[in-house]
């Protein structure tokens, strides 16, 4: 059991997550106190002690699935009840009697949602069409994933509930029942769907061994995922974690704010608190400092591959708009626009996002990049407004397509400006490659950070409020 | 705490019998907490019941429940302990008004008797911390909010965290005579320091499952149909799907099933829906997303 668990935390810590000796050992101690064979405190107990932020469970619970999922797997196997269906020789992708007699199960379960015939019903999905025999592959298990909801055609069995009385079919329903009911048959499908996924892994991992499986399966966690190459998911993942990353940087900088430099002595509160120990000041009282908020500008390119990366950071930097005396944000691709009121009154990402798109004329020529005509562009309508209280922040690969990178604009910039700093979402090493010009510019900048992810992003953050 | 719980199980029944319903990680997590004899934190959003299980647990074990709301600038005087300098200083004045009538010479002793008896314990204001280290009596000791700790105050908690002593200068070191059950909560407005965090369980709390939800709805609120309280739930963990400013609570969940219950409304469609929102989501953005997301979905 003790080799079984440095491996899981070995594995654990591969993934990215900081598992401390302290924290293995208390796991191992944690161990001792829970019944081995109830699966659902053994898991409780390793995710108390080894796990110690919320972001992290995810991964907790993917490697945990791969590492001691063995046991449940044989458990199963004990002769369900559909094992006949499976051993009756219902060759894949043969639309027989396996399948019809699947998806009247597949029916029956959604129906009912009751979770042991919703695994049962994945068990035989994955036995029946998985293929998983066929493929020897280093997978982590998607292509079988795809396959084998493609073959149990499971929007197809949602179409066909949502017809029943049951989930508002035929007008049987008043509309908010309707809805309701709908969404708990989302919510079953999406159970279903979660344990097809952890049967395949069950059989990787019985067929390959844990250790391949774990290292297939390893992503990376939210704040680490790569910004410029993000998928669909992870995007939507990301954009989740954007509000509680901007709150908790907004009351940090606020209590540093805070707490920085004590005001002047107030002669007058301290008197007054005075009496309280008959008039012996024993506690000085200060005065709040008066705070100094940087203006902050943002000028993004927004053309497409870095599109991503500035919707990020225009959207963190306006949920924290309260930390500064003024935000405004602007986006070029070769041409140059202010966005600021797109994000007024603006509830998400989303909408902030969608009026961008709508509104803003960041094409003068050919649509694609050209940092120096942009920001030639940028210097002569809003240079004026440049102070010595504005911290402008340029968001940019600076990959301008062999245009002239015309880094003048940049030195005028950094003179009039209280600070000027560049994120590149590449690669450093990628910099000043190809058609790179950050080279150019970076002479005028305080700073050039490479940023790729919501950490490094969230950090710069801190750093220049 | 001597008079432990036999097995998990026993936790999840005895919590329950306080009215407060734990899933498998709760009760595991209070379970270990008394087990390895480790404080819990538990973080996650407001009105997740966070507090609720400190007191539950309290009421289980018979305990005493000693609170500590942490808030910006707390400090030693108020968490650990603090001398009574108010009462100290009229020590003084009296010793000095006793001295004045006896003769010189007498003086010196004078001094190291009023020194001993002034940093003695007649003179020492316990704080939460100290007071739970001290307690003969079994006591739950709940550290409310603690992310609202600065990070260098945080640090006045490690000692009573992993060691259970509080060491007064004066005094010297006072352990605990019995190992109080700790509970931290966090709101996660920030990232708690690692030091910290080391020394818990790490418990996350989220929002409920519609099936979890609807069990609080009916061990909470009296007279509510089994009917009504799974369509509460189900209308909860749809607003929750919205990506609102401030998802509804457990709290406000039991706020409008209390309500639909007092107004005698034992079905809830659209428009009485819209009518009670209020009561579940307190920003005008939340609602107007809300109102328009179950009217529009309502026709087709």
Known sequence: MLAALAGFVDELRAAGMPVSLTEHLDAAQALTHVPLDDRGAFRAALATTLVKQAAHRATFDAVFGVWFSLGRATVLGDGGSGDDLVASGASPDDDGAGGDDLAARLDAALASGDPALLAEVARLAVALHADLRADRRLGAGSYERYRTLRQLDLDGALARLRGRPQFGGDDALDPLETRLAREELEVRAARLREEIEAEIRRRLVAERGAASVAQALRRPLPADVELMHASRDELAQLRRSLAPLATALAARLARRRRHRRRGHLDMRATVRHSLGSGGVPVEPRFRRPHLAKPEIWVVADVSGSVAAFARFTLALVHAMSGQFSAVRSFVFVDGVDEVTRCFEGAVDLDTAVRRINAEADVVAAEGHSDYGAALEAFWARYGADVGPRTTVVLLGDARSNYHPARPWVMAELSRAARHVHWLNPEPRAYWDSGDSVIGDYAPYCDGVHECRNLRQLGRFVEAVA | ?300
């Open chain 2, 1 to 300: 705490m001597s008079d432990g719980f036999d097995d998990i199980g026993a936790v999840g029944a005895g919590l329950a019998a306080t009215g407060y319903l734990a899933d498998d990680a709760i009760a595991t997590a209070v379970y270990l907490a008394q087990a390895l004899r480790k404080p819990v934190l538990v973080e996650g959003p407001a009105g997740t019941g966070k507090t609720e299980l400190a007191k539950s647990v309290a009421a289980m074990t018979g305990a005493r429940l000693i609170r500590l709301q942490c808030y910006e600038g707390l400090d030693e005087s108020r968490a650990l302990y603090e001398w009574d300098y108010r009462k100290q200083l009229l020590r003084i004045q009296a010793g000095q008004r006793e001295q004045d009538g006896s003769s010189p010479g007498a003086g010196d002793q004078g001094w190291d008797g009023v020194e001993d008896d002034l940093f003695s314990e007649r003179f020492l204001l316990t704080r939460p911390l100290l007071e739970a280290i001290r307690a003969p009596d079994p006591v739950v000791l709940l550290v409310d909010e603690v992310d609202r700790l600065e990070v260098e105050t945080e640090a006045l908690l490690l000692e009573v965290l992993s060691d259970y002593q509080v060491s007064i200068p004066e005094l010297g070191t006072v352990a605990a005579t019995r190992i109080p059950l700790v509970v931290l909560t966090s709101n996660n407005t920030r990232e708690l320091s690692e030091a910290l965090k080391r020394r818990c369980l790490y418990l996350p709390l989220d929002y409920p499952d519609v099936e979890r939800e609807r069990a609080i709805v009916m061990a909470k609120v009296p007279d509510v149909s089994e009917r009504l309280a799974e369509q509460v739930a189900r209308v909860v963990r749809s607003l929750r799907a919205l990506d609102l400013q401030k998802p509804p609570s457990v709290s406000e969940t039991l706020d409008w099933a209390r309500t639909l219950v007092l107004l005698s409304i034992d079905h809830v469609d659209v428009e009485r829906a819209c009518h009670t929102l209020p009561l579940l989501l307190k920003h005008r953005g939340d609602l107007a997303k809300a109102t328009k997301s179950l009217t529009v979905s309502g026709i087709d």
